[in-house]
């Protein structure tokens, strides 16, 4: 039986009031300014990495926000709009890749955040960041395991700091059109690795993870 237009709204509701527990729990805490921080692109072959900083009004929800991997592209565009114009305050940043070759994928990632934190109009008390690595950022921080499935701030950043990601790629595809970036966003597909082998690095392929991709694998005896 399809699901009705108010069975719908009532769930989305109800999923928006079960991701706001841990924010909840903060705010009883006596933390007055509660931070979501996410990352995309942490894998890749090509591309930055992106962080996102979500900091929710409670008196604007953002019904409908969720892990940005279980929402369709167009969905998470939408929302993207719907959080940087409901949420009381976002940033956005990002390590290059040249960063990433030089620096390693944690540090252009802590650095990622660093600076989604500092463009945030509101400076947060505490911040939730998904995964189970406390990065070294000035805020208290909190891991959150599978917290952009958990938490409405983590999500909404999620959320950013994928579609601005995914954005980034589309461009670099039309400079480097062989590649494939608009459709595999730098990962590593078998067509994305046939064409490094076709036509060799790009200027935003990250070396060490070519490398890794690239090294034939040895069966251990």
Known sequence: MAETREERQARIIQQYKNMSVL?????????????????????????????????IDPRRPLYGVNDSKKLSEKCREA?????IDRAAAYGIGFSDNEVINEHGIMFALNRAMQIALRQCKLQPDIVLIDGNVAFNIASKVEPIV???????????????????RDRVMKEY????????????????????????KQHGLCP????????????????KK
């Not at 595809?173 to 459709?183: H, M």
């Not at 595999?184 to 078998?190: E, F, L, M, Q």
């Not at 935003?204 to 069966?219: G, M």
């Open 23 to 55: 924010e909840l729990d903060c705010a009883r805490q006596g933390y007055m300014c509660i931070a979501g921080v996410d990352e995309a692109g942490r894998g890749p072959l090509a591309g930055p990495v992106y962080a996102a900083c979500v900091i």
């Open 79 to 83: 929302l993207y709009d719907i959080i």
């Open 146 to 164: 599978n917290g952009d499935a958990r938490s409405v701030s983590i999500a909404a950043a999620s959320i950013l700091a994928k579609v601005s």
């Open 173 to 196: 595809d039309l400079l480097y059109p062989e590649y494939g970036f608009a459709s595999n966003k730098g990962y590593g597909t078998a067509e994305h690795i046939e064409a490094i």
């Open 204 to 219: 935003i392929h990250r070396e060490v993870f070519c490398k890794t991709a690239l090294t034939p694998k040895t069966s």
